[in-house]
T-cell receptor, first 111, second 115 residues
């Protein structure tokens, strides 16, 4: 079963705008990871945030984590058409060495 | 270094037929996973191997699905007989422990269509 939900399910923006995706989960975690998946392709790891971290940056990506609310957000700044993909959050639950994925956000960046 | 290699990339079969998927993980990764991803959904774990031992197969439909990981390296996932609802992308992943977290690498997946 899915660990949690992502919001929104779909997002359409113009190139240059920022895109924000949210993820909620249910159990205690070691870390939370974000992945990108282009249509028909495999999952590409984007960024990992540990349970004792609150914010992390990588290039145009900014991830926040609130363990008290069991939620995370992914911000992509200055979006590009090439950012068009599905984005998934995945939790590494405490005591279970396997990623559990959310339902994903489908991002469309219009050129 | 090659990533996680899966084959075939695509498979179309008729219902009630058997099908098998193959995965070669990253060298040295002791942990191997099979996930199933239905259209428009996130991947869901089917089975996890530690070396050659299946340690988490609670989500594997054992009446028709089977998996093996001989010698703790390559793995195969089999469905027999396939049903229409088995149409999905089957992803293999492997992991190793870094400084304090496990790093996961996913293959490109096998897209199964059952007709």
């Amino acid at each position: 079963s899915q660990q949690g939900e992502e919001d929104p399910q779909a997002l359409s923006i113009q190139e240059g705008e920022n895109a924000t995706m949210n993820c909620s989960y249910k159990t205690s975690i070691n870390n939370l990871q974000w992945y990108r998946q282009n249509s028909g392709r495999g999952l590409v790891h984007l960024i990992l945030i540990r349970s004792n971290e609150r914010e992390k940056h990588s290039g145009r990506l900014r991830v926040t984590l609130d363990t008290s609310k069991k939620s995370s957000s992914l911000l992509i700044t200055a979006s590009r058409a090439a950012d068009t993909a599905s984005y998934f959050c995945a939790t590494d639950p405490t005591g279970r060495r396997a990623l559990t994925f959310g339902s994903g956000t489908r991002l469309q960046v219009q050129p | 270094e090659a990533g996680v290699v899966q084959s075939p990339r695509y498979k179309i079969i008729e219902k009630k037929q058997p099908v098998a998927f193959w995965c070669n993980p990253i060298s040295g990764h002791n942990t191997l996973y099979w996930y199933r991803q239905n259209l428009g959904q996130g991947p869901e774990l089917l089975i996890r191997y530690e070396n050659e031992e299946a340690v988490d197969d609670s989500q594997l439909p054992k009446d028709r699905f089977s998996a093996e990981r001989l010698k703790g390296v390559d793995s195969t996932l089999k469905i027999q007989p396939a049903e229409l609802g088995d149409s999905a992308v089957y992803l293999c992943a492997s992991s190793s422990k870094g400084q304090d977290v496990y790093g996961y690498t996913f293959g490109s997946g096998t897209r199964l269509t059952v007709v």
